[in-house]
């Protein structure tokens, strides 16, 4: 079930204990995007998903973030808030991961076994 993106914007669609919830979203995609991911920004509004991931570090970051692993169905596998200057243990089922500021996620109901859809434009 492979998965193809490309960098840009969309919807998050979480599914979870609060009901369904639209998020925006960014993707990244390619291997700069996924590099840069949130360096060098004071926050988000929403959400990014890096793709394929398995593992994100908060080297060089200005705030902490909540981050969530999902695997190839889109289901929420573990999620964790990490402070700036902390490297995430990779997640071996792992193949997408999410990061928003901290604290969001659980506001959204995202939590494991949460399933979530991209939506991307037409």
Known sequence: MGRR????RGMLIVRGAAGAVAVPLELATSYRARTKGL????GIDGAMLLSPASS???FRMRFPIDVAYLNRKLEVIAVHTMRPGRLGLPRIRSRH????EAGVMAGWGLEVGAEVTVETGP
Do not use: I, N
Request: aromatic share 6%; no cysteine.
């Open 56 to 58: 994100v570090h908060t």
């Open 5 to 8: 993106w490309s960098d840009g």
């Open 39 to 42: 360096l060098g920004r004071d």
């Open 97 to 100: 991961v999410l990061e928003a």
